[in-house]
């Protein structure tokens, strides 16, 4: 989440008023005169600030903030437990939970999550269900109306009964230990952020926690690694005011002949049926009267965005594993850091799940990193095997524009009947909304969940809708619905339990055989000495379209015709280059027969990772932690020759110095650095935003790795129209004449904002990340945030590079995706595998695990990963015993 009202000055509190509302909020109904509601407000707000000041300050504060700390020594009676289990703790409260059979295992497990990151699961499962603004207040409510529409919460119910028996009462028992601990916890007991609700006027308990609750979270993942969606609509939208070749410029297809696919030629691709490449494209789409619903399914989408924060194609992982015969001890490494928006506590967490003997009833002893509110480890190893995961990015989405007339949508030559449901919204200081979620045979019109919609002007351009066409039908008959495959009830929680308990590569692979949404690119190891890479999930086989576009639905040639079988995704076992590298570049190459997608992400990092490994001679763990702090800018290795073979003026050429002999490293105190991204973001401004300003596709320049394909494709063109920037006064017509002025802008910002001498610019003083509290911390009184929020550090790195920092040059220079983690497995002796998490163990604010592990992060540093039994007793600090609660015993 990104943009969460703050309950303490959301709408609809008595006295409260919006500070910050996300664009699109319904405005609160006012309530008497301006001059009484400014008052109120007033009173409120220092009210707040003094209440909060004082309790702060004294023993009330430190009560409050301290009083959810969980005991993490010592022995507690748990109801549900069949036997003893013991929670060891390391010196950075990372848990290691050891239980004599599954059941016990994960009731522990959701016991412990409760205990660290109770509030986060709360916040997750109100995302999930579309009911935020029954905490937050009106400007959620057009957030939950989109999530209601799309179903998460129904399709997580509906895959609980899916679920391999044994997969259901993990998750059962999971819940009855989260229900345990909230027995005996509430308000300031369980997290702070309760009796911070309660001082903005909310009166709420937490429901009781449900299997769905787990699984419903699978879906906001899947939604925060979609690319298509917005791809889709943007497409269209700029295709209404530009010319064919200014958006195929804006959408360069992936480099084949410079950037290596994972699978590369003559590596198993899967069993597949001889084809030369996947389909052909179909012919470029005609606009017509639809662009108002894509226009407003856009805005639909970064709404959900503006929660779960950044979303699409600029979002990335790493992951690759070498082959012993690259490593000092003649056994594979696996290095592993998603990429993911920061957030304080961070997104994973760390645990290691424990057989007291494993065995066939009992199979688990794995560690690794999870989610707080759901069973099991994501990613990491257990005795036998290890894996990580990157996105895949699949074109697993359509947007269908559906004709409507009434009740009734047109499809293959006759009115269907729209299937209806009503869902009731609850709203934090005001009246419960109810919706009518409307659904065609493609799926959900999610262009109904923003009423503005129907007023948008009829623009933009879909297949078979002519624009003389268009000119006869009103603007209402249109509406887009989506088919998603994340919407599809699968069985991706059944293959996290058995990712944990494989023991092998086949194993493995029926493991991935499950997994339908997200879709990752699955990168494998054991101890036998074998590496491995695995694509699965649900990737549809189109009849017509290759997922670029939004297509219509009334003809239903577009219509999905099954999914690609798990035995024809892209595979490779043991390859001959002796190592895997997945980093968001193609699965497969162009003979590949199926399509998976058009818009893969660039192939930046995953060359400069394959470049690293083959310089690198034999491998250790450092080595590869080394390669995941790389930070050289390959944009900036492109665009260098052409800044200094121009002259700008007489007060940017101190600065220009600066990139001479530069090694394109963008550490922290990196001089050369601050001033070519400030270059960077001032000529991505000059360059495109005359012509993309006001197009409704919002195509988002945000500096990523996208756009340094774009610009390098540009510069090897002097005179291409785009450089031409007819608003700016100094006359820009060529790539030069934009250069100069990029330089000029750039040294001018950079002398205001860090001193007129080049040399003492820093770029860390410019790329700052600052971890907040994605609800409570990202509005408000001062000293809330104070409280739950992390001071800004400095950081290196940046867009695109291994030390993915992400930044939106749009914005600003302020960091906002990173490796959300950082691990690397060693499979000769996995207590010398390294790990990282961004923020610490715990969700509490002042807890000695709350951000312990951030400065670490900072600096590329790792933990000790203790898995054996006794390296976890080595390391262990707190001990913690679990007994079943004695019969009869008042609780």
């Keep these: 989440m990104s943009d969460v009202m703050d309950p303490l000055t959301r709408?609809?509190?008595?006295?409260?008023?919006?500070?910050?509302?996300?664009?699109?909020?319904?405005?609160?109904?006012?309530?008497?005169?301006?001059?009484?509601?400014?008052?109120?407000?007033?009173?409120?707000?220092?009210?707040?600030?003094?209440?909060?000041?004082?309790?702060?300050?004294?023993?009330?504060?430190?009560?409050?903030?301290?009083?959810?700390?969980?005991?993490?020594?010592?022995?507690?009676?748990?109801?549900?437990?069949?036997?003893?289990?013991?929670?060891?703790?390391?010196?950075?409260?990372?848990?290691?939970?050891?239980?004599?059979?599954?059941?016990?295992?994960?009731?522990?497990?959701?016991?412990?999550?409760?205990?660290?990151?109770?509030?986060?699961?709360?916040?997750?499962?109100?995302?999930?269900?579309?009911?935020?603004?029954?905490?937050?207040?009106?400007?959620?409510?057009?957030?939950?109306?989109?999530?209601?529409?799309?179903?998460?919460?129904?399709?997580?119910?509906?895959?609980?009964?899916?679920?391999?028996?044994?997969?259901?009462?993990?998750?059962?028992?999971?819940?009855?230990?989260?229900?345990?601990?909230?027995?005996?916890?509430?308000?300031?007991?369980?997290?702070?952020?309760?009796?911070?609700?309660?001082?903005?006027?909310?009166?709420?308990?937490?429901?009781?926690?449900?299997?769905?609750?787990?699984?419903?979270?699978?879906?906001?993942?899947?939604?925060?690694?979609?690319a298509t969606l917005s791809d889709q609509v943007r497409h269209a939208l700029l295709a209404a005011t530009l010319t064919d070749r200014q958006v195929d410029a804006l959408f360069p297809e992936y480099d084949f002949s410079r950037w290596q696919p994972i699978v590369a030629p003559g590596d198993s691709q899967g069993t597949v049926p001889a084809a030369a490449g996947p389909p052909a494209q179909g012919p470029r789409p005609q606009l017509g009267a639809a662009g108002g619903p894509l226009a407003g399914a856009d805005d639909a989408l970064a709404g959900v965005d503006r929660v779960l924060g950044p979303r699409g194609s600029g979002i990335g992982s790493n992951s690759w594993v070498v082959a012993g015969s690259r490593t000092t001890t003649g056994k594979p490494l696996l290095a592993n850091d998603p990429h993911l928006s920061p957030s304080m506590?961070?997104?994973?967490?760390?645990?290691?799940?424990?057989?007291t003997t494993a065995g066939a009833s009992c199979p688990y002893d794995v560690s690794g990193f999870g989610f707080a509110g759901m069973p099991g480890v994501i990613v990491g190893h257990n005795a036998d095997i290890g894996w990580g995961v990157t996105n895949l990015a699949p074109a697993d989405t359509d947007l269908f524009v559906e004709k409507i007339s009434g009740s009734t949508y047109a499809y293959r030559g006759e009115e269907r009947p729209l299937e209806t449901r009503q869902e009731v919204l609850k709203v934090a200081g005001g009246p419960s909304r109810t919706i009518t979620v409307r659904s065609t045979v493609h799926g959900p019109v999610i262009s109904d969940a923003f009423p503005k919609v129907k007023t948008l002007a009829a623009e933009g351009r879909i297949p078979g809708v002519t624009r003389e066409a268009a000119g006869t039908a009103g603007a209402g008959e249109y509406a887009v619905a989506m088919r998603w495959s994340a919407l599809d009830p699968g069985r991706t929680m059944d293959a996290v339990f058995a990712l944990d308990a494989a023991k092998d590569w086949n194993d493995f692979r029926a493991a991935a055989a499950l997994f339908s949404s997200p879709a990752q690119n699955l990168v494998y190891a054991d101890r036998q000495g074998h590496i491995g890479y695995q694509a699965p999930g649900?990737?549809?086989?189109?009849?017509?379209?290759?997922?670029?576009?939004?297509?219509?639905?009334?003809?239903?040639?577009?219509?999905?015709?099954?999914?690609?079988?798990?035995?024809?995704?892209?595979?490779?076992?043991?390859?001959?280059?002796?190592?895997?590298?997945?980093?968001?570049?193609?699965?497969?190459?162009?003979?590949?027969?199926?399509?998976?997608?058009?818009?893969?992400?660039?192939?930046?990092?995953?060359?400069?990772?394959?470049?690293?490994?083959?310089?690198?001679?034999?491998?250790?763990?450092?080595?590869?932690?080394?390669?995941?702090?790389?930070?050289?800018?390959?944009?900036?290795?492109?665009?260098?020759?052409?800044?200094?073979?121009?002259?700008?003026?007489?007060?940017?050429?101190?600065?220009?110095?600066?990139?001479?002999?530069?090694?394109?490293?963008?550490?922290?105190?990196?001089?050369p650095a601050a001033y070519f991204n400030a270059v960077w973001s001032n000529l991505l401004k000059l360059t495109f935003h005359d012509e993309l300003e006001g197009n409704r596709a919002q195509l988002h320049v945000d500096g990523g790795g996208l756009w340094y394909e774009i610009v390098r494709k540009l510069a090897a063109a002097p005179e291409d129209p785009?450089?031409?920037?007819?608003?700016?006064?100094?006359?820009?017509?060529?790539?030069?004449?934009?250069?100069?002025?990029?330089?000029?802008?750039?040294?001018k910002e950079l002398s205001g904002r860090l001193g007129a001498d080049p040399k003492s610019w820093r770029w860390g003083a410019l790329h700052t990340l600052t971890l907040r509290n994605d609800t409570l911390g990202t509005g408000g009184p001062a000293p809330v945030q104070w409280l739950l929020n992390h001071a800004p550090i400095e950081v290196g790195g940046g867009s695109a590079t291994v030390d993915a920092t992400g930044w939106d040059a749009s914005q600003g220079y302020e960091v906002n995706w990173v490796p959300s983690m950082r691990m690397v497995v060693d499979f000769a002796d996995f207590d010398a595998s390294r790990w990282i998490n961004l923020t610490g163990a715990s969700g509490h604010a002042f807890n000695d695990h709350y951000d312990d592990q951030t400065e670490l992060w900072r600096r590329g540093e790792t933990l000790p990963w203790p898995s054996t039994r006794s390296a976890v007793t080595t390391a262990t600090k707190d001990r913690l015993t679990l007994r079943p609660e004695r019969a009869g015993a008042d609780r």
Excluded at 180 to 195: F, K, M, Q, T
Excluded at 345 to 355: E, F, K, R, S, T
Excluded at 592 to 605: F, M, V
Excluded at 735 to 744: G, I, Q, Y
């Design 345 to 355: 506590p961070g997104v994973w967490y760390q645990v290691g799940l424990h057989c």
């Design 538 to 671: 649900r990737i549809p086989v189109r009849a017509k379209g290759d997922g670029r576009w939004p297509v219509p639905g009334w003809s239903g040639e577009y219509d999905w015709q099954g999914f690609v079988p798990f035995e024809e995704l892209p595979r490779s076992y043991d390859p001959a280059s002796g190592y895997i590298v997945t980093a968001n570049n193609a699965a497969a190459g162009p003979g590949y027969p199926h399509n998976l997608t058009r818009n893969w992400g660039d192939g930046y990092r995953s060359s400069r990772i394959a470049e690293l490994i083959e310089q690198g001679g034999k491998l250790d763990a450092a080595a590869m932690q080394r390669i995941q702090a790389d930070d050289r800018n390959a944009n900036a290795a492109t665009l260098t020759p052409y800044l200094l073979a121009v002259t700008p003026g007489e007060g940017a050429r101190p600065a220009q110095d600066l990139l001479r002999g530069w090694d394109f490293g963008q550490g922290r105190d990196s001089a």
């Design 11 to 226: 709408p609809g509190v008595p006295g409260g008023e919006a500070v910050d509302e996300a664009p699109g909020a319904v405005a609160a109904p006012r309530r008497g005169g301006r001059w009484w509601r400014r008052l109120r407000v007033t009173a409120w707000c220092t009210a707040v600030l003094l209440v909060v000041a004082v309790c702060a300050a004294g023993l009330g504060g430190t009560r409050m903030v301290r009083a959810s700390f969980p005991q993490v020594s010592g022995e507690l009676r748990v109801p549900g437990l069949h036997g003893e289990v013991t929670v060891r703790r390391d010196g950075s409260g990372v848990p290691q939970i050891y239980a004599d059979d599954p059941h016990d295992l994960f009731l522990a497990q959701g016991f412990v999550h409760a205990q660290d990151r109770f509030w986060e699961m709360d916040v997750r499962r109100h995302i999930t269900s579309g009911s935020l603004a029954e905490l937050f207040g009106e400007s959620q409510v057009e957030t939950d109306s989109l999530i209601r529409t799309m179903g998460w919460r129904r399709v997580a119910e509906q895959e609980v009964a899916l679920l391999d028996p044994a997969s259901r009462a993990h998750l059962d028992a999971y819940a009855a230990g989260v229900n345990a601990y909230l027995a005996d916890h509430a308000g300031a007991d369980l997290s702070v952020e309760y009796p911070l609700l309660a001082l903005g006027g909310l009166a709420y308990t937490p429901a009781p926690w449900t299997p769905a609750d787990s699984v419903s979270w699978l879906k906001a993942m899947a939604w925060n690694l979609n």
């Design 722 to 747: 785009w450089w031409a920037n007819s608003k700016d006064p100094r006359g820009l017509r060529t790539r030069d004449d934009v250069l100069r002025a990029a330089m000029d802008d750039a040294a």
